[in-house]
């Protein structure tokens, strides 16, 4: 069901996204809860995305969403023009349903906030026959292929893969017909600080694999490179304030999440945050990305999730910041660029 919603989602762009984006001065962003993406409310709360949106003569709404993939298809549906998403859900949902994407803040990858989690201990061998419950093609469902991965076990040596919204995971776990679960924080945190709980695997076990970026539509972004700077600008005023470890826009972002200062605060500490610009240019810009990325397609193309019919695991071109691509040359539809984030780098916003 879910991948018939997501490829519905993808396919729906063609019809609503326009062919070419025009100038404008309104824009709609979609954000859900998760540790890397917590500033995105705090910009909207504090007023600080207003008042770089008022520099550049522009309003910017910031929306959260409680279904994450829910956000990831209305962006693809053309209802937003920018999103926050993994790299491999923006390769596989809006790139793979054609809709052009450029990266415009790489904003962390994850270090552990995405895990396995088992009742009553055990291994990653110890879950040959199992059920195991994770949101069906997300991070986790590619994060639980790179685990059995290393320990010689393929997804066919499971007990099955169910299907569970992140809305019902803790709900789902809490269950005694539940013995596994895939997820990301806040609920790792909040399913770990329950009984009978073991971390067997997480994400610190492949890191910088699993990216976490505020992604946006390249047409509109070409034609109002002002919403980019904006975004930008607030994006990185709010980096500096939590660099500086300021408590009360810590404490803001934990309560938001559903914890509090010293939760929010270990959930960082399981995130590789890029603080400053700098960083995320440097990460961008590194050749590790497009090995990443090449993988990533491979396991889409695997699941079938990579585009409506894609022959191969290249099926869909990545840009890299070098203008080097991968996948097909001829059909490029995700973007990495330095471009804004290299204005923030030099003061130019």
Same mark, same amino acid.
């Given at each position: 069901?879910?991948?018939?919603?997501?490829?519905?989602?993808?396919? #729906?762009?063609?019809?609503?996204?326009?062919?070419? #984006?025009?100038?404008?001065?309104?824009?709609?962003?979609? +954000? %859900?809860?998760?540790?890397?993406?917590?500033?995105?409310?705090?910009?909207?709360?504090?007023?600080?995305?207003?008042?770089?949106?008022?520099?550049?003569?522009?309003?910017?709404?910031?929306?959260?969403?409680?279904?994450?993939? *829910?956000?990831?298809?209305?962006?693809?549906?053309?209802?937003?023009? #920018?999103?926050?998403? $993994?790299?491999?859900?923006? /390769?596989?949902?809006?790139?793979?349903?054609?809709?052009?994407?450029?990266?415009?803040?790489?904003?962390? !990858?994850?270090?552990?906030?995405?895990?396995?989690?088992?009742?009553?201990?055990?291994?990653?061998?110890?879950?040959?026959?199992?059920?195991?419950?994770?949101?069906?093609?997300?991070?986790?469902?590619?994060?639980?292929?790179?685990?059995?991965?290393?320990?010689? /076990?393929?997804?066919?040596?499971?007990?099955?893969?169910?299907?569970?919204?992140?809305?019902?995971?803790?709900?789902?776990?809490?269950?005694?017909?539940? %013995?596994?679960?895939?997820?990301?924080?806040? /609920?790792?945190?909040?399913?770990?600080?329950?009984?009978?709980? $073991?971390?067997?695997?997480?994400? %610190?076990?492949?890191?910088? *694999?699993?990216?976490?970026?505020? +992604?946006?539509?390249?047409?509109?972004?070409?034609?109002?490179?002002?919403?980019?700077? @904006?975004?930008?600008?607030?994006?990185?005023?709010?980096?500096?304030?939590?660099?500086?470890? =300021?408590?009360?826009?810590?404490?803001?972002?934990?309560?938001?999440?559903?914890?509090?200062?010293?939760?929010?605060?270990?959930?960082?500490?399981?995130?590789?945050?890029?603080?400053?610009? *700098? *960083?995320?240019?440097?990460?961008?810009?590194?050749?590790?990305?497009?090995?990443?990325?090449?993988?990533?397609? @491979?396991?889409?193309?695997?699941?079938?999730?990579?585009?409506?019919?894609?022959?191969?695991?290249?099926?869909?071109?990545?840009? !890299?910041?070098?203008?080097?691509?991968?996948?097909? #040359?001829?059909?490029?539809?995700?973007?990495?660029?330095? =471009?804004?984030?290299?204005?923030? @780098?030099?003061?130019?916003?």
């Amino acid at each position: 069901m879910l991948k018939k919603l997501l490829l519905a989602g993808a396919l #729906a762009a063609t019809a609503l996204t326009p062919a070419t #984006a025009q100038e404008k001065t309104e824009f709609k962003v979609g +954000w %859900s809860i998760y540790v890397g993406w917590m500033p995105w409310g705090y910009l909207e709360d504090s007023g600080i995305m207003d008042k770089w949106a008022d520099k550049y003569g522009i309003d910017i709404e910031i929306v959260q969403f409680n279904d994450y993939i *829910e956000s990831i298809n209305q962006y693809t549906a053309g209802a937003f023009d #920018a999103v926050s998403a $993994t790299n491999m859900d923006a /390769l596989s949902i809006p790139a793979g349903g054609g809709v052009d994407t450029t990266a415009l803040i790489v904003g962390d !990858y994850s270090n552990g906030n995405d895990a396995i989690i088992t009742k009553g201990g055990g291994d990653l061998a110890a879950l040959k026959g199992a059920p195991v419950h994770l949101v069906e093609l997300s991070v986790s469902h590619y994060l639980m292929a790179r685990a059995l991965d290393s320990v010689g /076990l393929a997804e066919k040596d499971l007990g099955g893969v169910i299907n569970t919204s992140d809305a019902d995971m803790i709900a789902a776990y809490a269950t005694d017909d539940v %013995s596994t679960v895939v997820t990301w924080n806040p /609920l790792v945190a909040e399913i770990l600080d329950g009984p009978d709980a $073991t971390k067997i695997y997480d994400s %610190s076990d492949i890191p910088g *694999e699993i990216i976490d970026i505020m +992604w946006a539509n390249t047409e509109v972004l070409d034609a109002n490179p002002d919403f980019g700077k @904006a975004m930008a600008g607030a994006w990185y005023e709010v980096m500096g304030l939590m660099a500086a470890g =300021d408590e009360d826009v810590l404490t803001a972002m934990g309560e938001a999440s559903g914890t509090d200062l010293d939760g929010y605060k270990a959930q960082l500490a399981a995130t590789e945050m890029f603080y400053t610009p *700098e *960083e995320a240019v440097a990460f961008t810009a590194a050749p590790g990305l497009k090995v990443t990325m090449t993988n990533v397609a @491979a396991f889409l193309f695997d699941k079938g999730i990579l585009g409506e019919g894609a022959p191969s695991p290249d099926f869909v071109g990545v840009e !890299y910041p070098d203008g080097s691509v991968s996948g097909d #040359a001829a059909n490029v539809k995700l973007r990495y660029t330095t =471009d804004y984030m290299q204005m923030a @780098a030099d003061g130019a916003l």
